[in-house]
């Protein structure tokens, strides 16, 4: 769990000092206890919107409110360190190699990319509820990945 912001609340994503699951003092809502699809452990979260509703019916997702910290708190440091890496390859193709400019360019270019989608990250990170849907996509991909993840090692 990050310490340096305040706990979400999975109702409304707003990040408020004193959230518990019994009521949220932005939204006023209670949160629901279920076991989560993603960490297999019954705690505070909130159901999964799908992209496309499922005419069958099918299984609504759940996802904890410390599944969810992670998620956005590990998009991040990914973002950070494809950052990270970019600038580095960048140096190493102007110092180290003399590569030529038009090379050189496209990584200087890769690398303020990397960097404006780490920043993106760490703002969802901030405040998720300036960027629901932004949020909730990351999530669902998490969920989907961590799901099929699960579906390969049961099926070995």
């Not at 003092?25 to 629901?32: E, F, L």
């Not at 496309?52 to 708190?73: R, S």
């Not at 970019?86 to 038009?102: E, G, K, P, Q, R």
């Amino acid at each position: 769990m990050p310490s340096d912001v305040e706990p979400l609340c999975p109702s409304c994503f707003a990040r408020v000092e004193s959230w518990t699951a019994a009521s949220c003092p932005a939204c006023r809502k209670s949160t629901p206890i279920a076991a989560c699809d993603q960490c297999m452990k019954s705690r505070a979260g909130a159901d999964v919107p799908e992209v496309k509703p499922n005419a069958a019916g099918g299984d609504q997702h759940f996802l904890c409110v410390d599944c969810m910290e992670g998620d956005l708190e590990q998009d991040a440091s990914e973002r950070m360190r494809d950052a990270m890496l970019a600038v580095v390859l960048t140096l190493a193709a102007v110092f180290w190699l003399n590569a030529n400019s038009v090379f050189v360019y496209a990584l200087f270019g890769a690398s303020a990319a990397c960097f404006v989608f780490w920043w993106i990250a760490v703002k969802r990170r901030r405040e998720p509820a300036k960027h629901v849907n932004a949020a909730w996509s990351l999530f669902r991909k998490r969920l989907e990945r961590e799901l099929k993840k699960r579906k390969r090692q049961l099926a070995a």
